[in-house]
């Protein structure tokens, strides 16, 4: 059997191909993009993951000593650590490995895009199930990086994407933050280090003896 390829067949496919092969093309740009951008999305929460971590790494011997206990009750509290995660993270091999190497050219933010940041301070929490509101150290991660954008795809998405990732990290306050927020805990401090300086007439507080004493007052400060 015998087929005949006239010149209207080859002519046909030619403009399918035509039609098809663009299309083709934008969608085979389209998931190569959109897997960098997802890449890109998973390093840039990984690296505030890591920021959350490292901001929560203390120093026991300045946060949790009687150096921080006296600046507080002195009016001097100590600042709260704060540590911002490298944004070159973003485009090292792994954060937590050292020492890190690049990644391949192809899995690398858009030159100078990302950056990081972080804010800390304290917050109170009034959460349910709370039998008082509690104090707690806050820490806010910000991590962001943009990615280029295939010059095939511009025109729909724009010419970089950006993807950016925040966390919120809580941990117990330091011993300059709870002299400093608790009324109660810094006037019995300084009453144990020098009872000269309790003010005339004011009763002495006593010594915690028991872990049921009741909730503390957060001062108005905090």
């Known amino acids: 059997m015998q087929h005949i390829v006239t010149r209207g067949s080859r002519g046909q496919a030619l403009i399918e191909t035509a039609v098809a092969l663009p299309v083709f093309l934008l969608v085979m740009f389209g ?24 901001t929560a790494e203390i120093n026991p011997y300045q946060q949790y000593s009687l150096y921080a206990a006296y600046s507080a009750a002195a009016g001097a509290p100590l600042p709260s650590a704060c540590a911002t995660p490298p944004p070159d993270l973003i485009k090292d091999g792994a954060p937590l ?8 050219g192809f899995w690398q ?15 109170v ?32 998405v724009g010419a970089q994407t950006q993807r950016g990732a925040t966390l919120n990290s ?16 810094q006037a019995a401090f300084e009453h144990s280090i020098d009872p000269s300086t ?3 007439g ?17 001062g108005g400060g905090c």
């Open 170 to 185: 809580f941990r117990s306050p330091d011993m300059a933050t709870l002299i400093a927020c608790y009324p109660e805990m």
């Open 31 to 54: 998931v190569v993009w959109a897997l960098q951008a997802g890449v890109l999305g998973e390093r840039v929460e990984m690296v505030a993951r890591y920021g959350g971590m490292v």
């Open 109 to 123: 933010p858009a030159n100078n895009s990302a950056t990081a940041g972080a804010v800390c301070g304290k917050t």
């Open 202 to 218: 004011a009763a002495v507080t006593p010594p915690i003896a028991t872990f049921a004493t009741g909730a503390l007052t957060i």
């Open 125 to 156: 929490s009034n959460g349910l199930g709370l039998s008082a509101p509690m104090l707690l150290g806050r820490a806010a991660i910000t991590v962001s990086a943009s990615s280029d954008v295939p010059t095939t795809l511009q025109p729909f």
């Open 97 to 104: 490995a050292a020492p890190a190497s690049a990644t391949l």
């Open 198 to 200: 309790d003010p005339a």
